[in-house]
């Protein structure tokens, strides 16, 4: 199995924001949702093809609530194209950190 190769750590705001841009195909295979605040914090992560926008359509991980002082982990299979990003934003700013791991398309397949 190949090493995965990380994303982030990412502070977020309540603006979208690019948090990861493939620059090859790869396969994004988990995000760590960290909440920092002594509330819950809404999180939303979507998958842009490239030229494309944010929307519904292509969510990946839609309204997710994070409990106070908490970390969810999301496992993925996810295959990112050259020039797709990652975009993701939360409803209060600076207290959602965000990381995960992606591979090798190839050698995630094969592995």
């Known amino acids: 199995m190949p090493f995965p190769q990380r994303i982030g750590p ?3 705001t309540n603006s979208l924001a690019t ?3 493939a620059n090859r195909p790869v396969i994004v295979t988990s ?4 909440n920092t605040s002594a509330s819950a914090v809404t999180v939303l992560v979507s998958l842009v093809p490239v030229g494309g926008t944010s929307a519904a359509s292509n969510r990946i991980i839609p309204d997710l609530s994070v409990l106070a002082n908490d970390v ?3 496992d993925l299979d996810v ?3 050259a020039g797709d990003t990652l975009q993701a934003l939360a409803s209060v700013t ?3 950190k965000i990381t995960g791991t992606y ?8 592995g």
């Open 94 to 96: 600076n207290v959602i």
């Open 31 to 34: 995000l760590l949702i960290a």
């Open 103 to 110: 591979g090798d398309e190839k050698k995630v397949l094969r």
């Open 10 to 12: 990412t502070l977020l």
């Open 79 to 81: 295959v990112m194209n």
């Open 72 to 74: 969810l982990k999301r």
């Open 19 to 21: 948090i990861f841009t």
